[in-house]
């Protein structure tokens, strides 16, 4: 018999999760903040649930995937959270990008309740949430992970025990540092093809085949050459994880220059009206600033 689930977050990566697990057979209870936006969910067939606090009342598996660690806490120790629904031999599955050391903390406030959990950020962007091809890296109890394994495979192609508790997230961290300076290199690169009058199709044609390619330059790079800056990933969530990223490296007093770089170009974006909605490729409207010089004449 599957498990029931309960599902805390229903915004842009959520909402296209928890369909995934109704299409797999999973009965789901569903909370977000915003009610509005469990409706579709609700007329597929899912529960409303009230609180968190219902949500793992009426679950046997909790998944909560929000935006940011003080999100996350609130969800699961807050007032009416997870942990005072929860019972012994629940599991909790974190799935937001948050601080390794804060999910260590809820791990041990949910341990003296008898509840397990994990943490599982996930990475692919709102197509993966959709296509169910997420890759999800997994931290935390490993009869647990084994035990909710079949949960996680119908969100996500790749799903991989990372560790102990946190390294998922210490691992998700490590992805967004590639992310962000792999920006920083598609930026220079078309900004350096536009000023020497290269065609920019041809380039990308080019350098995606060659050994500079990267899923970034791939996707990011020809959506900036298309002239769309409409998020895949906005940029305040990125500036978030570096946020993470940054004071991750600061404990452990190693020097991380090139994502720093990438933090204050996106800053700088930031900066713009509007700027902290944009997707993660708008970075090349800091680098067309400090050049004087547009991509494109238009």
């Keep these: 018999?599957?498990?029931?689930?309960g599902f805390i977050g229903l915004g842009i990566m959520g909402r296209p999760m928890a369909t995934n697990l109704m299409?797999?057979?999973?009965?789901?209870v569903v909370y977000n903040r915003s009610r509005e936006k469990t409706k579709r969910l609700v007329e597929a067939g899912a529960r409303e649930g009230h609180s968190p606090k219902y949500v793992a009342a009426n679950s046997d598996v909790v998944l909560t995937i929000v935006t940011d660690t003080?999100?996350?806490?609130?969800?699961?120790l807050g007032d009416d959270g997870i942990v005072w629904g929860g019972r012994p031999a629940q599991i909790v599955i974190d799935m937001s990008t948050i601080s390794p050391d804060a999910t260590r903390r809820m791990v041990d406030e949910?341990?003296?309740k008898g509840i397990t959990m994990l943490d599982a950020p996930v990475t692919g962007g709102e197509i993966g949430a959709i296509?169910?091809?997420l890759t999800i890296m997994v931290g935390g109890d490993k009869k647990a992970y084994e035990e909710t394994l079949p949960i996680l495979q119908a969100m996500g192609k790749k799903v991989v025990y990372a560790?102990?508790?946190g390294a998922g997230q210490t691992i998700k961290l490590c992805n967004?540092?590639?992310?962000?300076?792999?920006q920083v290199g598609v930026s220079e690169a078309l900004m350096l093809a536009a000023k020497a009058g290269a065609d920019l199709n041809t380039m990308l044609e080019v350098t995606t085949s060659g050994a500079g390619g990267s899923w970034a330059l791939e996707n990011l790079g020809r959506k900036v050459v298309a002239g769309d800056l409409k998020p895949a990933f906005m940029v305040r969530l990125m500036q978030k994880d570096l946020a993470l990223v940054m004071e991750l490296a600061r404990r452990l007093d190693l020097p991380l220059p090139g994502t720093a770089l990438a933090n204050q170009l996106l800053r700088a974006v930031e900066a713009?009206?509007?700027g902290k909605e944009l997707g993660t490729q708008a970075m090349i409207k800091t680098y067309e600033r400090l050049a004087s010089f547009r991509l494109h004449n238009t």
């Design 131 to 133: 296509n169910g091809t």
């Design 23 to 28: 299409k797999a057979g999973y009965s789901l």
């Design 176 to 182: 967004q540092i590639l992310c962000a300076v792999n």
């Design 1 to 5: 018999m599957k498990k029931k689930i």
């Design 70 to 76: 003080p999100d996350v806490e609130r969800v699961i």
């Design 110 to 112: 949910l341990k003296k």
């Design 163 to 165: 560790g102990p508790s």
């Design 272 to 274: 713009e009206e509007g």
